[in-house]
């Protein structure tokens, strides 16, 4: 009994299970914000085009966070893909994770309906950036718990825990900059998943570090 309670390795199955559950929840309400105001009984076609800018704003918001999360999840699921077990740590990290990832779409309302407020930008850029900083966390945790494969080269760890301070720097700088600028905010919202997708310009686009 002693020798199977030893060797008892905690899988990551149930973890990813549950994660991809409430990633999945939350990009889905994301979508509920979007919809035209009440229109009259006799409206027509040409009253609902006439209106569709108005969803413009909320479209745009959608649209962002839903690639932030997409890009979250997948960092999310390579992440775990290259870990060989869990802990009780890990465990408490990604529900910090998963915390501030189901915050995303209150901002994401704000900024859909106040596009050109101060504080919703603020409150966005914030948000993403305590994600990426639970997300590092985890990482980190993982790293000082050696739950990594071995075939995961630690050299490559560490380059991934340097390419993770990115996110957390460009999403901080956003909240900084937002009271001078929304539009350099902005900026950053946009320009932060463009990276991601450029791995070999910019160097903080890997496929498993943190956006």
């Known amino acids: 009994m002693g020798d199977k309670e030893q060797n008892f390795i905690p899988s990551t199955s149930r973890i990813e299970a549950f994660s991809d559950g409430v990633i999945a929840i939350i990009m889905t309400l994301m979508v509920f914000d979007l ?16 209106l569709l800018p108005i969803v413009f704003p909320k479209f745009v918001s959608f649209a962002m966070s839903f690639l932030v999360l997409a890009i979250f999840w997948v960092n999310h699921h390579h992440f775990f893909h290259s870990i060989k077990s ?41 948000i993403l950036m305590m994600s990426s900083i639970a997300f590092n966390l985890m990482r980190r945790s993982a790293q000082t718990s050696c739950l990594f494969h071995q075939f995961v080269d630690k050299k490559y760890i560490k380059q991934l825990a340097r390419k993770g301070l990115w996110g957390p720097l460009l999403y901080g700088l956003s909240v900084i900059v937002a009271p001078i600028s929304i539009y350099c905010s902005l900026v950053i919202f946009i320009v932060v998943p463009i990276v991601y997708f450029l791995p070999n310009l910019i160097p903080f686009g890997d496929e498993i570090s943190n956006s």
């Open 35 to 50: 919809k035209l105001p009440p229109l009259a009984d006799t409206a027509d076609s040409w009253d609902i085009l006439k």
């Open 86 to 126: 869990t802990d009780r740590k890990l465990l408490w990290y990604n529900n910090h994770l998963l915390f501030w990832l189901s915050l995303v779409p209150f901002p994401t309302a704000l900024i859909g309906n106040y596009p050109t407020d101060t504080l919703p930008v603020m409150l966005y850029g914030f």
